[in-house]
């Protein structure tokens, strides 16, 4: 109960001292990640992106026919299309273009209940690429090591919710040399390929906007979070489900009051993280999860448990100083670690959070802002120009195997 009582003290001292200190802060603080690169890069002028024109059943047919394309975590693919369109990087010459953007989305084929299944993407982003590699010389030039797809679903190109189900597919062989623009960020795993740029999960902007509360509100929730803690239809067994760390979380935390945490939905979710001073992001099936965004957007410090996490943007952002890592295997020790964390360590990553570029870098807002997700995914792009000279290859020299991969998806689409 010590720890109890030293916490409550801390929620009180955290939310009357820090906000006078968030306000004063400048925006002088330049943030800047494992790579040294800064977010406030502009992209403008660094990088040409040429949009192919695909038919619209590899885009906006989907959307007029599933609308909830538009709201989930995975719209990013949309939005990022309709950027691009009206970007000032963007170039109608393919001549002169760094890059070559395929917009095929992968996450919009959705069940009556509105979870997206990625099972055809496979197939559609077969059929787009047949299609563009026979009408327009520029695929056939680098087997696609100058393209980019975004493909946001669970593990990225492997098209599978299921991690080992991913694992065995891999990604979709003919992708083999694009860049994948993904949420998906785990080291040393298939379905994260060296060079890929990982983002954040979209979050509707609009709406988080709406649930901002006055800033002088103190912070006093210890430890929040709100989802499941089992995936019972899924993960029947159980221990499958975020490798059992979320039912940890709950086995262990239930019934310690400096642990707000439920499977509840509550109406008051985005205000009640910013009465709090730390948001639980525990992986799911996936490790990443929205709450990354939005535990940064409401300036609460993510407490991030998913081992080997590759973070959005990590290349410019400081992930360390701001968020706290708990192994998986540490989850029962959750309590020890966060009252241990010392106030002046607290303090430091509520400042950093409340940079508003930080905040910035993690949303698709509509219309785009500078220094935002959109500009983010660029900046990475334009880090990875020019393209080495084996990105283009001799004029007969074979690289992609069309009829690899499961054969299930070799079926026309
Ligand atoms: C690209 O190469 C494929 C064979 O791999 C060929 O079928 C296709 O016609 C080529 N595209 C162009 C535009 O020449
Ligand atoms: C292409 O992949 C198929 C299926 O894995 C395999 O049978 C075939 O030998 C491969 N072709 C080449 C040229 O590697």
Request: a neutral charge; one cysteine or more; proline letters at 9%.
């Amino acid at each position: 109960m010590r720890n109890l009582r030293w916490a409550l003290i801390m929620c009180f001292f955290l939310g009357s001292s820090l906000r006078a200190e968030t306000f004063k802060l400048k925006k002088s603080e330049r943030i800047s990640g494992s790579a040294g690169d800064v977010l406030e890069d502009d992209p403008v002028g660094r990088l040409k992106v040429f949009v192919y024109k695909l038919p619209s059943k590899y885009n906006k047919k989907m959307v007029e026919k599933e609308e909830r394309c538009l709201h989930h975590m995975f719209a990013a693919e949309i939005y990022m299309h309709r950027f691009l369109l009206s970007s000032p990087v963007r170039t109608l010459n393919p001549q002169e273009a760094d890059w070559f953007y395929v917009p095929v989305y992968t996450t919009c084929d959705l069940t009556r209940d509105g979870l997206p299944l990625p099972f055809k993407s496979p197939r559609v982003m077969r059929s787009a690429i047949q299609l563009i590699s026979t009408t327009s010389p520029y695929w056939n030039r680098t087997q696609g090591a100058d393209h980019f797809f975004i493909v946001p679903h669970d593990f990225g190109a492997c098209f599978h919710y299921q991690e080992d189900i991913a694992v065995e597919r891999g990604i979709l062989p003919l992708l083999e040399r694009a860049t994948l623009v993904q949420t998906f960020g785990q080291r040393n795993h298939v379905c994260q390929r060296e060079g890929s740029i990982t983002i954040p999960p979209y979050a509707p902007p609009q709406k988080m906007q709406t649930h901002v509360i006055p800033p002088i509100t103190p912070r006093a929730i210890f430890v929040y979070f709100r989802g499941l803690f089992y995936d019972v239809g899924n993960d029947p067994q159980g221990g499958y489900y975020a490798r059992g760390a979320r039912a940890s979380v709950w086995e262990n935390f239930k019934n310690n009051p400096l642990f707000d945490i439920s499977t509840e939905h509550t109406p008051t979710y985005y205000e009640d993280m910013q009465r709090a001073i730390f948001c639980l992001c525990p992986l799911g099936w996936a490790p990443w999860s929205p709450r990354l965004v939005e535990a940064v957007v409401f300036g609460c410090i993510p407490v991030i448990i998913a081992d080997h996490i590759v973070l959005p943007f990590a290349d410019a952002i400081p992930w360390e100083d701001i968020g706290v890592f708990v192994h998986e295997r540490d989850v029962p020790k959750l309590d020890t670690i966060l009252t241990s964390i010392p106030i002046d360590v607290i303090l430091r990553k509520q400042r950093l959070l409340a940079n508003p570029s930080m905040k910035q870098a993690m949303l698709f807002p509509q219309p785009a802002q500078p220094g935002d997700a959109f500009h983010q995914i660029l900046n990475g792009l334009a880090r990875k120009l020019p393209h080495r000279d084996d990105a283009f290859l001799k004029p007969g020299e074979p690289f992609l195997n069309w009829t690899a991969g499961p054969v299930a998806d070799l079926k026309p689409w």
